[in-house]
T-cell receptor, first 110, second 112 residues
């Protein structure tokens, strides 16, 4: 089955800095890669996703890049704000279930 | 609340008792999922169902059971065979493969 590794497990940045979270996957058949944000005590919510026919996707301050050859994808957050503090999960799927990484706790200090 | 309702929000269970967590959706999604969340472990799949009256085991199905008698409902029973049931349980739905997964607000189960 699919295996998703996510790094780092925790990330502390100053407000205004950029943050990068990286994930690798094992199944070359995977073709859908979403990122979820989970604030403390709340449900995970999709913030951005990318499909295998695209190398990069942006949405305001967040972007995701995908390298299918290396089987890794990354989340980039620019100009971080305190409200970006949360746990972020990457995931991968082919035509079956989503496999999630273990999560990255991002702390943005004012 | 995103069309997925989980109840109760908090649940306490004595050791040796079975307990059932409710998940109802009004999104008309075919696929429904149960995940378990523990600190530092991410979201681990317990069971999933892609159609009524059919379901499959996920990665950590031991000690759990489910049913899917209606499209809208996918209850999870935590049995006494689950050795470490204290966790946060999330229900999710998808319209189809490789689409956004929508999550319920979760149920925090504590064994006392």
């Amino acid at each position: 089955g699919e295996n998703v590794e996510q790094h780092p497990s925790t990330l502390s940045v100053q407000e205004g800095d950029s943050a990068v979270i990286k994930c690798t996957y094992s199944d070359s058949a995977s073709n859908y890669f979403p990122w979820y944000k989970q604030e403390l005590g709340k449900r995970p919510q999709l913030i951005i996703d990318i499909r295998s026919n695209v190398g990069e996707k942006k949405d305001q301050r967040i972007a995701v890049t995908l390298n299918k050859t290396a089987k890794h994808f990354s989340l980039h957050i620019t100009e971080t704000q305190p409200e970006d503090s949360a746990v972020y999960f990457c995931a991968a799927s082919g035509y079956s279930t989503l496999t999630f990484g273990k999560g990255t706790m991002l702390l943005v200090s004012p | 609340d995103g069309g997925i309702t989980q109840s109760p929000k908090y649940l306490f269970r004595k050791e040796g008792q079975n307990v059932t967590l409710s998940c109802e959706q009004n999104l008309n999604h075919d696929a429904m999922y149960w995940y378990r969340q523990d600190p530092g472990q991410g979201l681990r799949l317990i069971y999933y169902s892609q159609i009524v009256n059919d379901f499959q085991k996920g990665d950590i199905a031991e000690g759990y059971s489910v049913s899917r008698e209606k499209k809208e409902s996918f209850p999870l029973t935590v049995t006494s065979a689950q050795k470490n049931p204290t966790a946060f349980y999330l229900c999710a739905t998808q319209q189809g493969a490789n689409t956004e997964a929508f999550f319920g607000q979760g149920t925090r189960l504590t064994v006392v």
